[in-house]
């Protein structure tokens, strides 16, 4: 199955300097699964499931993540897919290691946008070897996930916010940079058609968002974050998300085995 989701040095050195890069059909074959994975979620949501609504906005938007224990759906393509080679790969990491899952489905005509964010800023884990894959379940045109090139290199983090209140995730705000508007700063920015199966890769620390869904289709999305060698936990200045409570972890200490597994090694 991994045989078929060739990568090559375009590919890594995209990912490298611009902090996304689409990998065409990484999970073509688990389609049918993650659609009914994602249904079984979405009809027994975990305990941090959300349905982001906001006043003034129509439409459905459901986020829901750390949900693969629950769905072995999930499961099969977190372990399975060709993606923990892919992601090795790419992040230029000998192995490869479990973060969380996240699915994300914005109904027809869910008039609330991704707003724009670095994944890095919420979670509690740091390092240059660090990826997501994002796969859309239907064809996406205009709600597809958009890319800042080269944010992943920003000296300074980006404000986290909660996407629905517009406040601060954490109280120093002094730590961050504040949102851009990368339309009107006129930012490069990486957008592609998508279809079922495709996914973009792209760094933990990438500045990425999406329009609303004015379609008349829905937009379901599988995310899966994996991170390499590198990666360490580090402490936050509050509650993360996800928070992983009891997690146990001490700064600087790489993320525990019996809750974030391997799913890849490399082989001498």
């Not at 996304?20 to 994602?38: M, T, W, Y």
């Not at 459901?62 to 892919?86: G, L, M, T």
């Not at 796969?135 to 080269?150: E, I, K, N, W, Y």
């Not at 504040?178 to 495709?198: C, F, K, N, R, V």
Request: aromatic share 14%; hydrophobic share 35%; net charge neutral.
């Amino acid at each position: 199955m991994s045989s078929s989701i060739v990568v090559n040095d375009t590919m890594i050195k995209a990912f490298q300097r611009d902090g996304a890069v689409l990998i065409r059909g990484l999970f073509k074959s688990q389609v049918e699964l993650l659609r009914i994975g994602i249904e079984k979620n979405m009809q027994k949501p975990g305990p941090f499931a959300s349905e982001n609504f906001k006043e003034g906005h129509c439409g459905r938007f459901f986020d829901d993540y750390c949900n693969w224990p629950r769905f072995k759906e999930f499961k099969q393509a977190i372990f399975n897919s060709p993606a923990p080679r892919v992601a090795a790969q790419l992040m230029q990491s000998q192995n490869v290691q479990v973060f969380h899952d996240h699915i994300l489905v914005k109904e027809p005509g869910t008039s609330l946008a991704t707003p724009w964010h670095q994944d890095s800023p919420y979670y509690f884990v740091e390092g240059e070897q660090t990826i997501s894959f994002w796969s859309p379940m239907d064809h996406v045109t205009d709600a597809t996930l958009r890319f800042v090139a080269g944010s992943h290199k920003w000296q300074k983090p980006v404000l986290p916010i909660r996407w629905t209140t517009e406040e601060s995730y954490f109280p120093d705000q002094d730590t961050y940079m504040p949102i851009p508007d990368p339309d009107a700063e006129d930012m490069p920015i990486l957008e592609w058609e998508m279809q079922p199966g495709d996914a973009v890769a792209f760094n933990y620390r990438t500045l990425h968002g999406a329009r609303a869904n004015n379609s008349s289709q829905r937009r379901r999305a599988f995310s899966i974050r994996y991170v390499g060698d590198d990666a360490r936990y580090i402490e936050r200045p509050g509650r993360t998300s996800p928070p992983y409570p009891g997690h146990g972890m001490q700064t600087g200490q790489k993320l525990r085995e019996d809750w974030f597994p391997y799913v890849y090694k490399q082989t001498t």
